[in-house]
């Protein structure tokens, strides 16, 4: 009887896939296609375009035109080191992601078909893919903020084996301007790189806290049932407690500064930087991502001028420093915008003779330098 | 300070806004367009191109030509009731998602654009909306199934409270064939209708586990690190109980049948069939949605006539019943390709004298029917 409903199942499957309504439509577009070489085919079908052209990090100088056969355009790539790429089609003047591939990921309001190459365990394209490890729980909460007198939305990280017990350190991971909780998920591919590191044990088992940071919301623009977005009660900084606490209250967290770590890219870069200024002592490991490092935005004062501006933010600075964190981690690429103001950062901080570490790479203001970041920060902690 | 801090991070969203990548382009086609007299705009940006249209269940008959002006193209629908609908473009052949919308699901491998109308509080369009209410949280786990021989994914949904103690009946809700662990929260809408229907009184506080229902896969394609799918061990029903046991040892729930329920659409449906059968007694509640009602698929026999083959399946059913479940419900579209099944099936239930409810409505084999079968199951539970 048993094996009886194992085909029958079987069966119901394959027919159910033919009937059910999208399963009507056939995809024989095969696109993304890996290719021995190294290279990489992207195909739409578009079989009354006059033209369709590509974007994205894999094509080549950014942007392509791409040829036509029997209605089907094409591209390859060049040969693609190990990386998560992405792209775009544009048909005839319209935006146009990749039918066959079920792989986007949402920036804001763009999307964009995304794959992923890797030639070797551990290299960068394998930390950002699904492997058959031990996986870690995510989970989507609310919690209560009195600061900005609303429940909100976050995300939240358990490492595998969490549910045995045991307290483990937290990483508090912010997102951008323009992000929300979802960004450090799906943008950061947060899951699988903590997934595989701490598979490969280069990471330590820790819980991931990604909370949303604008002040305003309450969630994510497809997960908010806010009608009106008002003034906030308070800065998101000043919020910040309440995201400690609810974590606090709600899982088993190993306390402490040699047990608690903040990173955020670009505006989280400016709340990891602040956050930690105002609660000095309570992270042991801060990592600014290409961060946007100011404490007034209306001026064109260096960093040091700001400080010498706000005695009671170089007080806080000097608190934080003199509780001895383990790391105070700056990261940027060459060509972001924000790199002035962390070179005023680094002044600052040499000046004051105050510890830190500092990675400098290639590129500007990308996901593709965030997640190199994580990869690389998470690996110092704990 | 603080005040300053917040001007600060307001001015510098602004500005990260304009740096960031996505953010650079700019999306001045507003798609969709909510009319006052109920109808709706939908547009796609596509200057060079010779033909668009569109499909989905919004446009009268299914489809539609677009019109151009200033190379915008643009279709408008008939007034609308409260319903969560679905479109899709082709620009001279291309599959087109709009760009102006970041509402998109995905059923299997295909992408549709889909908005939602809804005209007052409670009505069906409102009850898949997120509104400004207290809501429950959802948590992707990964449980471990020895009767399947791995670890697998699962989305459980959590409600308002439950983290203050008190423990909840639960709510088993499966998916159809090509779906996966994702599909009832997505394409199902499940955390916004259970919200809106505890908020409104209308439904209990409640637990819902939607597992992963392809036996021989660990979760769905987004989040599966198998790299070969093998034969499963056994079948999915089999490996039933380690998903209750995971969720008993893991989650507070009020024991026994008065608190356990158990639905599914299609194949989803034909599992509730069966591991309900097998497991007489367990669950109080049963709803078979669409349902694929079968105990042998290679045969032209009636639902009668297997059940006269395969006597032991005969007695769980009668066990079922014995133990006096609440509901035994079946709902189904008049247009469903699975109708006859279905009918067999109340002819059998009709002929032993075992109670059931049944809902027919119109429509076939589509998620918007699913979507009002879980909204009406899930008030007559607990």
Same mark, same amino acid.
């Given at each position: ?16 896939? @033919? ?10 577009? =095969? ?50 080191? *190990? ?14 992601? $990749? ?18 190459? %890797? ?8 930390? &950002? ?7 870690? $729980? ?5 919690? $209560? %903020? ?12 358990? *490492? ?11 990483? &508090? ?15 950061? =591919?947060?899951? @699988? ?13 820790? /819980? ?12 994510? *623009? ?44 670009s505006m989280?870069g400016g709340?990891?930087f602040? /956050? ?8 042991? &490991?801060?990592?600014l991502?290409s961060a946007a490092v100011r404490l007034e935005w209306?001026t064109r004062k260096s960093l040091e001028?700001q ?23 700056i990261?940027i690429?060459?060509?972001d915008f924000l790199f002035q103001q962390n070179v005023e950062l680094r002044q600052y901080? $040499?000046?004051? @003779? &105050? *510890? ?9 203001h /990308?996901? =593709?330098?965030? =997640? ?6 998470? @690996?110092?902690?704990?």
């Amino acid at each position: 009887m048993k094996r009886l409903y194992f085909l029958a199942a079987l069966l119901l499957m394959a027919f159910a896939a @033919q009937a059910q309504q999208a399963i009507f439509e056939r995809r024989d577009t =095969r696109s993304p296609q890996f290719n021995d070489d190294g290279t990489v085919t992207l195909r739409v079908k578009a079989p009354d375009a006059q033209k369709v052209s590509v974007i994205g990090d894999c094509i080549e100088n950014g942007h392509a035109d791409l040829t036509q056969q029997d209605g089907v355009w094409s591209y390859t790539t060049g040969v693609l080191a *190990p990386e998560l790429y992405n792209y775009r089609f544009y048909v005839d003047g319209a935006e146009v992601q $990749d039918a066959g591939n079920i792989e986007r990921s949402r920036d804001v309001r763009s999307f964009m078909s995304i794959f992923i190459v %890797s030639k070797e365990e551990g290299d960068r394209g394998y930390l &950002y893919q699904n492997h058959n490890v031990e996986h870690g $729980d995510v989970a989507h909460v609310w919690y $209560d %903020s009195p600061a900005l007198g609303m429940k909100r939305r976050m995300s939240i990280y358990t *490492p595998p084996g969490y549910d045995q017990g045991k307290a483990y350190p937290v990483l &508090y991971l912010l997102h951008g301007a323009g992000g929300d909780e979802e960004a450090w998920l799906t943008l950061g =591919r947060t899951a @699988q790189i903590m997934d595989n590191l701490i598979a490969l044990g280069k990471a330590k088992p820790m /819980i991931v806290v990604m909370p949303n940071g604008n002040a305003s919301d309450d969630a994510g *623009p497809l997960e908010s049932g806010l009608k009106q977005k008002g003034q906030p009660k308070t800065s998101y900084e000043e919020s910040f407690p309440d995201i400690m606490n609810y974590v606090k209250s709600h899982y088993k967290i190993k306390k402490g500064a040699d047990n608690t770590a903040l990173c955020g890219l670009s505006m989280g870069g400016g709340h990891t930087f602040r /956050i930690s200024m105002q609660n000095a002592g309570t992270f042991g &490991y801060m990592g600014l991502f290409s961060a946007a490092v100011r404490l007034e935005w209306n001026t064109r004062k260096s960093l040091e001028e700001q400080f010498a501006d706000h005695p009671e933010a170089a007080e806080q600075m000097k608190k934080l420093f003199a509780a001895k964190p383990h790391l105070y981690w700056i990261a940027i690429g060459k060509d972001d915008f924000l790199f002035q103001q962390n070179v005023e950062l680094r002044q600052y901080l $040499d000046k004051m @003779q &105050y *510890p830190y570490e500092y990675y400098e790479n290639e590129g500007g203001h /990308i996901w =593709r330098n965030w =997640r190199i970041y994580l990869s690389m920060f998470a @690996q110092r902690l704990f």
